[in-house]
């Protein structure tokens, strides 16, 4: 049965903060057509299908991850998860830390290099589908997440600061099977102003 309510849309994704073209050679214009495009909108297509006469329809977005399960809670992770993605890249980015992030981040791993190590070991770590995250646990201190296909850091009491997609759609069309390749580039991209931002944020 077809009603409003079933027909409204509640989420949409955000546009781009930059051109298709702009995040080349690391990030192919193709590769985010198709990532932003279809991957991603299709998630939101998706939840806003799934939502209407359910207990989760009329919550914010973060309340839905904390929430839900299955098929929602995917498709409500993937809309988060690809909105904080692409939202922390940058044809122009500011390429390390600063401030209280840089300290933290060198508390925790020893240097930002040792950072950069460390979290790129841990995408070529995940088996499969998922987003490897610099995450603030609730003592304050930083760490890595591996999250399997879309598990948001929300759900286990973390704030999130930045997360790397290593779904194959990331990154098949420009590296094909090699995820470290794209990892390896994916840094030049990462415009850590915005996870500055995030971090200074309570
Ligand atoms: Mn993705």
Same mark, same amino acid.
């Given at each position: 049965?077809?009603? #409003?309510?079933?027909?409204?849309?509640?989420?949409?994704?955000?546009p781009l903060?930059?051109?298709?073209?702009?995040?080349?050679?690391?990030?192919?214009?193709?590769?985010?057509?198709? %990532? %932003?495009? &279809?991957?991603?909108?299709?998630?939101?297509?998706?939840?806003?299908?799934?939502?209407? #006469?359910?207990?989760?329809?009329?919550?914010?977005?973060?309340?839905?991850?904390?929430?839900?399960?299955?098929?929602?809670?995917?498709?409500?992770?993937?809309?988060?998860? %690809?909105?904080?993605?692409?939202?922390?890249?940058?044809?122009?980015?500011?390429?390390?830390? &600063?401030?209280?992030?840089? &300290?933290?981040?060198?508390?925790?791993?020893?240097?930002?290099?040792?950072? &950069?190590?460390?979290?790129?070991?841990?995408?070529?770590?995940?088996?499969?589908?998922?987003?490897?995250?610099?995450?603030?646990?609730?003592?304050?201190?930083?760490?890595?997440?591996?999250g399997r296909?879309?598990?948001?850091?929300?759900?286990?009491?973390?704030?999130?600061?930045?997360?790397?997609?290593?779904?194959?759609?990331?990154?098949?069309?420009?590296?094909?099977?090699?995820?470290?390749?794209?990892?390896?580039?994916?840094?030049?991209?990462?415009?850590?102003?915005?996870?500055?931002?995030?971090?200074?944020?309570?």
């Open positions: 049965m077809t009603t #409003d309510t079933a027909t409204k849309t509640r989420f949409t994704l955000k903060p930059y051109d298709y073209t702009a995040l080349a050679p690391e990030i192919s214009e193709e590769t985010l057509r198709y %990532h %932003h495009d &279809k991957h991603a909108a299709g998630y939101v297509a998706k939840l806003n299908e799934l939502l209407p #006469d359910t207990p989760y329809e009329s919550l914010p977005l973060e309340d839905i991850i904390l929430k839900s399960d299955g098929v929602i809670y995917n498709n409500a992770a993937q809309v988060w998860n %690809h909105d904080f993605y692409f939202g922390a890249l940058s044809p122009n980015p500011q390429s390390e830390p &600063k401030g209280a992030l840089k &300290k933290a981040i060198e508390s925790k791993f020893g240097s930002f290099d040792e950072f &950069k190590k460390k979290f790129s070991a841990e995408t070529t770590a995940l088996f499969g589908s998922g987003y490897v995250w610099l995450v603030e646990e609730r003592s304050g201190e930083l760490s890595l997440f591996s296909n879309a598990d948001n850091p929300l759900r286990y009491g973390y704030r999130p600061l930045l997360c790397v997609d290593v779904w194959e759609h990331a990154y098949y069309i420009d590296y094909r099977n090699a995820r470290a390749d794209a990892v390896a580039a994916i840094w030049n991209c990462i415009d850590w102003r915005v996870v500055e931002k995030r971090y200074e944020k309570e």
